[in-house]
Every structure is written in C-alpha cells, then in structure tokens.
C-alpha cells in the first residue's frame, strides 16, 4: 500500500484542485477485519476492540508540533466487516458535559467527536457524522470544501447507522473529576455510497477525526484532529489521514 501512496496523493491533488500537499506524509490506519461480534454500546470491551491498534494522540489542527499541544488526549480505532467500517473514539475528559438532544443540531456547540469520510478521495461528495457525549447526531454530506465554493447538505442521514456512548463518571457534573467517555458508531457501507459503487471495493480510503473542545465558555474552541491539516479548517479532504482495510 504504502508503495503506491505518493502517486494516489498527487491524483487526489489534481482531482481536489489543489497543489501538490507539502505537509507530512499522512498518518496511515490498518484497520483489521472483525473476527467476533461487535455489540454497538459504548463499550470497548470485545476482543476485536481490545486487539485493534490504538492511533496516534490527536495533535493540534495546524500541525503535531504546534504549540500550545492539546490538554487531553483523544484516540480512535477502526475495524470493519462485510456491512459495517466501525469506529471508536477515545475521549479523556476530566468534565464531561453534553446538552444538545436534537437530531442535527449543531453538535460542535457542545465538546464533540467528529468523522470526516471521503471514500474514494476525490474531494466530492464526502461525509460528516458528529456525536456529543450524549450520543446526539448531526449528519450531512458536503458537495465540495468550503474553499471551492462547497455547499452541505444536512436532510443527507447516514441510514442504518449505530452509535452509542459510554461516560466514565457523571455527566454535566462538575463537582468530580470524570475520566472521560468513548464513541462506538457502526457505519454501513451501503450508506456512503453517492458517486461510486461500492465504497468496499477501495481498498484505501481518505478519512479524518477531530475532537471539538471549549475548554471555556466563549470559547474559542480547539480543535484536536488525527491527522492534522495545517490549517483550521477540516474540510481539506487532500490533507486527511488514510484509512487502510487489511485483508
């Protein structure tokens, strides 16, 4: 895979209307295939969970060295079957707090999770699922960045998707010191499928995580993000991270 990286990344280049990227190599997952049964609950405690790699501590947006480093770290894991990519987020948090319940609200109003998924990596028609700690879901699909003049269009909903929660501590309560809380989403293939056939067909896929957090009210918000883009600004589909499927 990695012998074929740099030629796939100056094709999507050209096909996202953008130069060739001059930030770091992108961080890489291999995500290994489900051997048991993933019970979507919040809870990281399946074999298949326990055996998945850990990635990298999410960095600051603009960069791994960039100064001041985020004050909590954030993890994901990835595996995936025949239906569904699953993702977990690993989130410490000494005070976990949730207030948003409706159905596409606008989740980064809270501390949030977010997937950034762009399946074929042509920078059109890609995918965004946010999740607070309450399990609250925004989902949408975007025609292109931002920077080209992109629209989103949130009635898009990720259909058969699951996704559950999990607090470790007390929610809203400031009073003690939380350890943090963890994401589980199952995301079904046949959901991301807009432009292409069968997003399980590619073996690699551009994809990106980011971690919304007012460390006070008013912000501004930091943005704590797996692979960082140099700038902020997530939708930069040619500067995300790489997802790798293992066979």
Same mark, same amino acid.
């Given at each position: 895979m990695k012998r074929f990286l740099l030629p796939a990344l100056l094709l999507v280049a050209i096909a996202c209307g953008e130069k060739a990227p001059q930030t770091p190599q992108p961080r890489i997952y291999n995500a290994p295939k489900v051997s048991g049964i993933?019970?979507?609950?919040g809870i990281l405690d399946e074999p298949d969970w326990q055996n998945a790699p850990q990635s990298e501590a999410f960095a600051d947006i603009r960069g791994v060295d960039f100064e001041p480093r985020p004050t909590q770290e954030t993890f994901m894991k990835m595996l995936w079957d025949e239906e569904y990519l699953y993702i977990a987020g690993?989130?410490?948090e000494q005070n976990v707090t949730a207030s948003l319940t409706e159905h596409d609200a606008i989740i980064y109003k809270d501390n949030d999770f977010e997937i950034f998924i762009d399946p074929d990596g042509?920078?059109?028609?890609y995918f965004e699922i946010e999740t607070n700690a309450l399990g609250t879901v925004m989902d949408l699909l975007m025609d292109r960045p931002y920077s080209q003049d992109g629209h989103f269009f949130l009635p898009w909903d990720c259909r058969g998707l699951k996704l559950a929660t999990h607090v470790s501590g007390t929610?809203? !309560?400031?009073s003690d010191t939380d350890k943090g809380w963890t994401v589980e989403v199952a995301i079904p293939f046949e959901a991301l499928t807009v432009d292409f056939k069968n997003p399980k067909e590619l073996q690699d896929w551009r994809i990106n995580f980011s971690r919304v957090e007012w460390l006070k009210p008013g912000g501004p918000e930091e943005n704590w993000v797996w692979n960082p883009t140099g700038?902020? !600004?997530m939708h930069q589909?040619?500067?995300w991270g790489i997802l790798h499927f293992e066979q």
């Open positions: 993933i019970l979507v609950d690993i989130i410490h042509d920078c059109r028609n929610l809203n !309560d400031n700038v902020v !600004d589909p040619q500067s």
